[in-house]
C-alpha cells in the first residue's frame, strides 16, 4: 500500500526543477538567544548523487549536512538524520523531480509533517525545530552542447534551430543559444542568451551563477 502511493507520488510529474537541489538556511527561530552570525548555509546536491542511492542529509550543530551518523561511530553522533532526498529525471533534458523522506518526526515541508515521502518544489519550505530551510537550486549560464531532442528546436532570439550552437538554459527553461561568453562581442557567433532580458521571465542575462528562486531578503533576517 505504502509502495503504491509512493509510486503514485514519483510519477506524477511534479514541477520541474534544475539539476541540482540546495537547501539555504534560513531564519532561526530563537528569539530568547542571539541569531549566531555565521551568516546564511547553502547545502547542495546535485542529480548525479542521488543515482544509486538517497543522499541522506543531518543536523549538526544547527546546520544541515550531508551524511548520516546512522550505523557510524560515537564520533559524529552529534548529528541527528533529518531526511534522504530523492532525484528522478523529469520529462524534459534538464528536468529534475526531487523528494525527501524524512527521518526526523519534527521535519515539516511547508508547515506539513510528510507521511513518507513527499515533493520538494523550488520555493518550498523545510523545518525543523528552530531552522528553516529553503528549497532552491544553483543555476549557473554554462554553455552545453545540446541534447537530441532539443536540436530542432527554434532559438527565440535567432530563430534558427538550437542544434546550431552549444545552448544555455535561462533559469526559467527556456533555452538560448550561447556559443561563447567568453567571446561576447564577435557577431560571428551565436550567443544569442546574451542579447538582452529573457523573454519569457525578463531575466537580465548573467554569467553569474545564482539561487534560483533567490531568498527573500525578509527571510533572512526575520528580527530586523
Ligand atoms: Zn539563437
Ligand atoms: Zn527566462
Given at each position: 500500500m505504502a509502495d503504491r502511493a509512493e509510486d503514485a507520488i514519483l510519477s506524477r510529474g511534479i514541477q520541474s526543477m534544475l539539476g541540482n537541489l540546495c537547501l539555504f538556511q534560513i531564519m532561526e527561530l530563537l528569539p530568547r538567544k542571539p541569531v549566531t552570525a555565521t551568516g546564511p548555509s547553502l547545502v547542495r546536491i546535485d542529480a548525479e548523487q542521488c543515482g544509486t542511492a538517497p543522499v541522506e542529509l543531518s543536523l549538526q550543530n544547527g546546520k544541515c549536512v550531508i551524511g548520516s551518523s546512522r550505523g557510524k561511530s560515537r564520533k559524529i553522533r552529534?548529528?541527528?538524520?533529518?531526511?534522504?532526498?530523492?532525484?528522478?529525471?523529469?520529462?524534459?533534458?534538464?528536468?529534475?523531480?526531487?523528494?525527501?523522506i524524512p527521518r526526523w518526526c519534527l521535519l515539516t515541508v511547508n508547515g506539513v509533517r510528510p507521511l513518507g515521502l513527499a515533493a520538494l518544489d523550488a520555493g518550498a519550505i523545510l523545518a525543523c525545530g528552530h531552522w528553516r530551510?529553503?528549497?532552491?537550486?544553483?543555476?549557473?549560464?554554462?554553455?552545453?552542447?545540446?541534447?537530441?531532442?532539443?536540436?530542432?528546436?527554434?532559438?527565440?532570439?535567432?530563430?534558427?534551430?538550437?542544434?546550431?550552437?552549444?545552448i544555455v538554459r535561462c533559469q526559467c527553461g527556456r533555452y538560448y543559444h550561447l556559443e561563447n561568453p567568453r567571446d561576447r562581442d564577435n557577431p560571428a557567433l551565436l550567443n544569442c542568451y546574451l542579447s538582452g532580458p529573457c523573454g519569457l521571465c525578463g531575466a537580465e542575462p548573467s554569467l553569474e551563477s545564482k539561487l534560483f528562486p533567490e531568498p527573500d531578503e525578509k527571510l533572512l533576517s526575520p528580527f530586523t
Open positions: 552529534s548529528q541527528t538524520p533529518l531526511a534522504a532526498i530523492i532525484c528522478r529525471p523529469g520529462n524534459g533534458a534538464d528536468d529534475y523531480s526531487w523528494f525527501l530551510w529553503l528549497v532552491t537550486s544553483q543555476w549557473a549560464p554554462s554553455p552545453r552542447p545540446v541534447p537530441e531532442a532539443l536540436a530542432k528546436r527554434e532559438c527565440p532570439v535567432c530563430g534558427g534551430e538550437l542544434g546550431l550552437a552549444p
